[in-house]
């Protein structure tokens, strides 16, 4: 088993290193405007792929599955690379789901890294989705989110949902005095929600996947935060505050976008059109919102622009007015087009995924390849 604290885990990082960059030159390769060979070139400065606890889609193994899926699309390209793989995230996601439910058993609170999209089993089952959706190891993580939604109690007592984490926000090694529960689709239950809506969706359920998704939706509900201009939703909530209380920046990790997409796909598969416009109506706020727009200063993915401009694609493709949608992307393509390129090349928050983003939303342009699969927009 090959770990992080050996190797140099930017090469493999998804979200920051050459693995998340990889997707630029796969995309344009598919689409004819850049040759496999540099895609292979790319690829093979990456060395021994992390497999150990550490692994997740957005690093090591499990990355490197997710990249070569892309590349591979319905060809046979990198076959043999990609079977391999796929026995190491199958064993890997067994290991990860033995060790949760091993710790739902002992009733300890959960963490960002055992659940999340970004570290955990939620990002594991966004792969296997993709990867081996019939297969034993989806089921598990489908199983385990379910769980994952049933109600705990705190110390002294007090119920709280399931994926209320012992530790901070962002101190994510330190203890939090209380704990806390996160919203967000990076880090929070808009991920598994998103999971679980889109494996429905596909027809892919286990028992009580339907009821988890209701848990979820109802406590988003319990949060909302609504006045005149906008719908939203706090970041993460502790036993005494919320945070924000104010409309927070349209972002794709936190924002509302994330939140409204993820809402938007359960209510689809849940066949809930209230919710699904409730959803809608509350981007189309943010879209909307002067003040909002203007919290965007970058072009990244996760907490810029090029993460707006996506979101609002998806839902786009699934909204029941989508010319609404359609009519503010020039606005947003000019925003993005007025701030500064990032500094950074990795897909998140640098080049990659900003030209990606951009690039899926050209006008009369749809992308090669479903490469914001690992974002949980479809």
């Given at each position: 088993m090959t770990t992080a604290s050996s190797l140099n885990t930017t090469r493999q990082s998804l979200a920051h290193g050459p693995l998340g960059t990889a997707l630029l030159p796969i995309e344009r390769a598919h689409r004819g405007t850049g040759s496999w060979q540099?895609?292979?070139?790319?690829?093979?400065?990456?060395?021994?792929?992390?497999?150990?606890?550490?692994?997740?889609l957005f690093l090591g193994a499990p990355a490197m599955a997710y990249v070569l899926h892309l590349?591979?699309?319905?060809?046979?390209?990198?076959?043999?690379?990609?079977?391999?793989?796929d026995t190491i995230v199958a064993t890997h996601t067994r290991r990860r789901l033995d060790?949760?439910?091993?710790?739902?058993?002992?009733?300890?609170?959960?963490?960002?890294a055992e659940y999340d999209l970004l570290r955990g089993l939620t990002g594991l089952g966004a792969l296997l989705l993709r990867r081996a959706?019939?297969?034993?190891?989806?089921?598990?993580?489908?199983?385990?989110l379910v769980r994952l939604t049933e109600p705990i109690s705190s110390p002294d007592g007090r119920p709280l949902p399931g994926w209320w984490v012992w530790h901070g926000p962002t101190h994510l090694d330190a203890p939090m005095?209380?704990?806390?529960?996160?919203?967000?689709?990076?880090?929070?239950?808009?991920?598994?929600?998103?999971?679980?809506?889109?494996?429905?969706?596909?027809?892919?359920?286990?028992p009580g996947h339907h009821d988890a998704m209701l848990r979820i939706c109802r406590w988003l509900d319990?949060?909302?935060?609504?006045?005149?201009?906008?719908?939203?939703?706090p970041r993460w909530v502790t036993s005494t505050t919320v945070v924000p209380d104010h409309p927070a920046t349209p972002s794709w990790c936190y924002g509302t976008p994330g939140l409204a997409r993820a809402q938007q796909l359960a209510a689809i598969a849940l066949g809930d059109p209230h919710r699904q416009r409730m959803a809608e109506?509350?981007?189309?706020?943010?879209?909307?919102?002067?003040?909002?727009?203007?919290?965007?200063?970058?072009?990244?993915?996760?907490?810029?622009?090029?993460g707006l401009l996506r979101t609002v694609q998806r839902v786009a493709q699934d909204?029941?007015?989508?010319?609404?949608?359609?009519?503010?992307?020039?606005?947003?393509?000019?925003?993005?087009?007025?701030?500064?390129?990032?500094?950074?090349?990795?897909?998140?928050?640098?080049?990659?995924?900003?030209?990606?983003?951009f690039q899926s939303a050209e006008p009369d342009s749809e992308p090669a390849t479903d490469w914001d699969a690992c974002l949980l927009l479809c």
């Open positions: 540099a895609v292979h070139s790319h690829l093979a400065t990456i060395g021994p792929l992390i497999d150990g606890p550490e692994a997740s590349a591979a699309a319905d060809s046979d390209r990198y076959a043999g690379a990609l079977h391999t793989l060790a949760a439910h091993a710790r739902i058993d002992d009733g300890a609170q959960t963490s960002f959706p019939e297969g034993d190891a989806l089921k598990g993580v489908l199983e385990y005095p209380g704990g806390h529960a996160n919203a967000g689709l990076a880090h929070g239950i808009a991920g598994p929600l998103a999971l679980l809506a889109l494996a429905a969706r596909r027809g892919i359920t286990v319990r949060i909302r935060q609504s006045d005149h201009a906008s719908t939203r939703w109506r509350a981007l189309l706020a943010c879209l909307s919102g002067p003040l909002q727009l203007a919290q965007l200063t970058s072009r990244g993915l996760c907490h810029g622009v090029g909204a029941e007015d989508p010319a609404v949608f359609k009519s503010h992307l020039r606005e947003l393509r000019e925003r993005f087009l007025a701030l500064r390129p990032p500094k950074e090349d990795g897909l998140l928050e640098g080049t990659a995924g900003a030209v990606l983003a």
